[in-house]
């Protein structure tokens, strides 16, 4: 099977690693086949976007979801390498308010499935990084929030080692998951 696929301790979050194919000359992946997809992780559905960022490092986008219209990602590395983090903000989970987070890079070629439900963000370490991610809805900005990178009950563990990361102006204004509104 070209993907290999394992679980992590959020539901549905799940890390994909596909088969490379090297030589002298470089590599060869499928970064993305929906029947291959389907057949390792049991999840059948459409993306309807491609999103593609570049970012310096020190630069910390998210954590970022969609309470109406949430998207389901596909993310990965293209250069580069970063921490990449999901959070389980789905009430009714067993790990609602928990976190996972991995290094995805260039180099290791992971990928990373966050259903719909999690806020997700990511934290460069290299000197830049280019992060590509499919998405199962499309972006509504009214629907967008943002929380806390650093919300204290969250604890996530981002490798900043002293470094105050460089934030967007949503994202430095952002809230704890406990004050996230909701619109069941």
């Known amino acids: 099977m070209p993907i290999t696929v394992t679980a992590t301790a959020l539901e549905g979050v799940l890390v994909l690693e596909p088969k490379v ?8 992946l499928e970064s993305y086949n929906a029947r291959e997809f389907e057949a390792a992780t049991g999840i059948s559905t459409p993306f309807v976007q491609d999103n593609h960022s570049r970012s310096a490092k020190g630069v910390l986008r998210g954590l970022h979801l969609q309470l109406r219209h949430p998207q389901g990602k596909l993310v990965r590395v293209t250069s580069g390498e970063v921490f990449d983090v999901a959070v389980d903000t789905r009430r009714d989970s067993p790990t609602y308010g928990k976190w996972i987070g991995l290094h995805l890079s260039a180099e290791n070629k992971k990928q990373l499935w966050i259903p719909p439900g999690l806020a997700h963000g990511f934290l460069v370490l290299s000197e830049s990084a280019e992060f590509l991610y ?4 499309y972006w509504y ?25 460089s934030l967007a102006a949503k994202d430095q204004a952002a809230a704890p998951l406990a004050q996230l509104e909701r619109l069941d």
């Open 21 to 28: 194919f090297g030589d002298s000359r470089g590599f060869f």
């Open 134 to 137: 499919k998405t199962t809805d």
């Open 141 to 165: 900005p009214e629907f967008e929030r943002s929380i806390a990178w650093n919300d204290p009950a969250l604890g996530i563990e981002w490798p900043l080692h002293g470094l105050a990361p």
